[in-house]
C-alpha cells in the first residue's frame, strides 16, 4: 500500500510544481501583454487550447492607443527638435521609409547585366582594298602547303594541269588554271574594286551573293546574310588564287572550297560563282565591268536589273 501512496503524492507534488511554474511563466507573460483584459482567474480556469484561442481574440479585439501612452513622451520630443507632433511623426515616418529603402537596395541581389554583343559591321571597300594589298593571312593557304613546289616548278604546264586536278578529282572542291595575263587583270581590279555582288540562279528564282577580295582570295556570302551579320557572315565559297607559277609557268592555279558549316550550295553554284568572278572582272567585256565600277563609284545609281540582264548573257 505504501508504494501506491507515494506513488500518487509524487505524481501530486509534479503536477503542483509544474503548475505553478506554467503559472508564474504565462502570468508574467500576460502582465507584460497589453492586448490581454482578462481578468487572471478567469483566464487561469481554461485550458491550454482555450487560453490561446482567448489571447488571439483579444488581440484582434482590443486596440491600444499608442498616442494617448506616450504623449507626453512624443511632446517633449518634439519640443526639443522644434517640432510639432504631428511634423515628429511625418518625420519619424520618413525617416523609416529611408531607411527600408536603403536595406532594400543594399540586400538586393544584384542581377549581372547581359553582355551588350557588338554590332555587326560592314566593311568599307576603302578598308577592303587598303586590306587587299597586304600579305596573305596566316590561315590562307600557299601552294607549298598543298604539293611539293620544286617538282611541281620541273613540269611543264600540261603536266602541272593533270596533277592539279587529278591532286583534287576526290576532294569537294573545284579547280582551275588561270592564264597569267588573266589573272594580272583580275588581282588588278580586284584590289581598287575588291567587292560586288553577283545574282545566281536558283530552282525558286534568283539568290544574290556578295564576294569579298582580301589579296589572292575572294570569299562569297549570301547578300542577306552580309546585310544583317556584316562581317561576321559566314563565306559560303572561299576561292584561292596561288601566283607562286606565274613568273616561271606563265599560270595561275585556283581552288575553291565549299564551307560545310553549313553547306549551302553545292559544286554546281561554285562554278557558277567562280565563272561570274571572270566574267565581271577580266573576261565579260567592258560592260560587265563597268557594273563593277559603278558599285563603288555611284551605289546610289547601281542597276540591279542591269546586273540581272549581264547575268541572263552569259547563263
Known sequence: MLLPLLSKRCISVVRSSYSQRASTAVFRQTRQAEVVSTPSNVYFAQNRYGRVRHMATEANRVKVDYDAKYAEKLRKAAQEKGLSVDELKTKIKDNVKKAAKEVEANTAPKVPKAPVKPKPTRASPEAVAAKSNMPYDSSAPTLDKIVKLELLEKEDVETIQKIWTQYHADKDCITAIIPK??????????????????????????????????????????????????????????????????????????????????????TQNAQFLAFALQQFYATGGESKFKLVEKFHKEPQNFDYQELMNEIERVV
Open 181 to 266: 595575263e588573266q589573272y594580272d587583270v583580275i588581282f588588278k581590279r580586284s584590289k581598287e574594286y575588291p567587292l560586288f555582288v553577283v545574282p545566281m540562279p536558283r530552282e525558286s528564282g534568283v539568290e544574290f551573293f556578295f564576294m569579298q577580295f582580301n589579296f589572292h582570295q575572294c570569299h562569297f556570302t549570301s547578300l542577306l546574310e552580309y546585310k544583317a551579320k556584316g562581317t561576321e557572315a559566314r563565306p559560303y565559297l572561299t576561292i584561292t588564287h596561288f601566283p607562286e607559277l606565274q613568273d616561271s609557268k606563265d599560270i595561275v592555279l585556283m581552288k575553291g572550297e565549299i564551307s560545310d558549316n553549313p553547306r549551302m550550295i553545292d
